[in-house]
């Protein structure tokens, strides 16, 4: 949690560097396995550019429009959507930086809810 809220926060998004948007990208359960085997943590931060990360991070944590879109935007609208970083990673994202407001969520999470009982559906 501290990572993504010292590096994400309103007051630093702005100057996120490659070398902490690797950090942040490689901290989250979505992305972890395919940092190990894939090197997905230097792909992410080679195959986008620091103000694109920097842009569209900050579109999805400090927006106003409805978080539904948000996250629509990062995955699919070419203005926003990041390469290697799917909707896993942006729902998870979201529950680390803001955690008062949403949970954390990624396709693992929702497989246990499920495992649980819970209809996410």
Known sequence: K???????????????????????????????MRTR????????VT??????????????????DELDLRIHNLCLNPDFKLSQFKSSGTQELIGWVTPDKYPIRNDKADEALKLLGYDLD
């Open 47 to 64: 195959e986008n550019s620091i103000q694109k990360i920097r842009t569209s991070l900050k579109y999805l944590l400090y927006s106003n």
């Open 37 to 44: 085997r894939f090197g997905a943590d230097e792909k992410f």
């Open 2 to 32: 501290t990572l993504f809220a010292r590096l994400l926060s309103e007051s630093n998004i702005d100057k996120l560097t490659k070398d902490e948007a690797r950090q942040v990208y490689a901290n989250l359960h979505s992305g972890a």
